[in-house]
């Protein structure tokens, strides 16, 4: 993370790493021909496999940054 994602309030970098796996499975849909089973085409090329693993990053940051906000809204 560099210093400008830092500053931003967890809820902002919610909304961005959401838009982000947005982006990420339109292209593999694109990619793997509209197959909503994303891993169908694994291993295929590396540039899919590449946006997979871009796509878990996301999801592992939403649901880190989605924890933080649980938490702060219960404060």
Not at 2 to 23: F, K
Not at 29 to 54: F, H, I, K, T, V
Request: proline share 3%; glycine share 6%; hydrophobic share 40%.
């Amino acid at each position: 993370m560099n210093q400008s994602e830092s500053i931003l309030d967890p809820a902002t970098q919610l909304a961005e790493a959401r838009a982000r796996r947005d982006s990420l499975v339109q292209s593999l849909l694109a990619m793997n021909g509209g197959n909503p089973n994303l891993y169908a085409a694994m291993g295929r090329n590396e540039g899919y496999d590449s946006l997979l693993c871009a796509l878990r990053g996301e999801q592992a940051a939403i649901e880190t940054l989605s924890r933080i906000q649980d938490l702060d809204a219960k404060k």
